[in-house]
C-alpha cells in the first residue's frame, strides 16, 4: 500500500484525464501491435512481438501505478489554507541570501510537481525546509550544491 498523498481537484482532474487516455488509446495500440507481430509467424525470433509486449508491460505497469496513486489521493480543501506558516497549496515567495535571487515557488504533491511552472514537491529539500515557517524567517536547506541560506518574503495562495 502507498502512502496517502494530498492534491488539489485539478490535480486529480489531469491524473484521471491521463488514466483513461493510457487505458482507452494506449491500451488498445499495444494489443493491436502485438496481435500484429503476432500474425508475422515465428514468434521465438520475433523483435517486433518481444518490443511490444515490453510496452504492454510497461503500460501496465504505469496504469497500476496511476491507480494506485489516484486511490491513496484526498483532494485539500483549498478554503481551510491560510498563510500563517508554510504549508501544502502556498506560494511562497524566497530570497537566497547568497546570490540574492528572488523565487516564487507553489508547494504541490509529487505528482503535481512541474518546475517549468514553479510548482515543487512538498518532498524537495527546499519544500521540507520551508514547512511551516513564517515571512521573515531565515532558513538554512540543504542542497545538492551545499548550505544555502533563504529568506521568506512572502507567503500567498
Do not use: C, H, W
Not at 502485438?34 to 508475422?40: F, W
Not at 507553489?106 to 519544500?127: Q, Y
Amino acid at each position: 500500500m502507498s502512502k496517502v498523498s494530498y492534491i488539489t481537484e485539478e490535480g486529480l482532474k489531469k491524473l484521471r484525464e491521463e488514466l483513461v487516455q493510457l487505458e482507452s488509446i494506449e491500451r488498445p495500440r499495444i494489443s493491436k501491435q502485438i496481435a500484429e507481430a503476432r500474425d508475422k509467424g515465428d514468434l521465438s525470433e520475433n523483435a517486433e512481438y518481444d518490443a511490444a509486449k515490453e510496452a504492454q508491460g510497461m503500460l501496465e505497469m504505469k496504469i497500476a501505478r496511476l491507480k494506485d496513486t489516484i486511490a491513496n489521493s484526498r483532494i485539500i480543501d483549498e478554503s481551510k489554507l491560510d498563510v500563517e506558516k508554510v504549508q501544502l497549496l502556498n506560494k511562497v515567495k524566497l530570497k537566497n541570501l547568497k546570490n540574492n535571487a528572488v523565487m516564487t515557488y507553489m508547494l504541490v504533491s509529487e505528482s503535481e510537481a512541474n518546475l517549468k511552472e514553479g510548482k515543487i514537491s512538498v518532498t524537495t529539500p527546499i519544500a521540507k525546509g520551508l514547512l511551516g515557517k513564517r515571512v521573515g524567517d531565515k532558513v538554512e536547506i540543504q542542497v545538492p550544491s551545499g548550505m544555502v541560506p533563504f529568506e521568506i518574503l512572502e507567503i500567498s495562495l
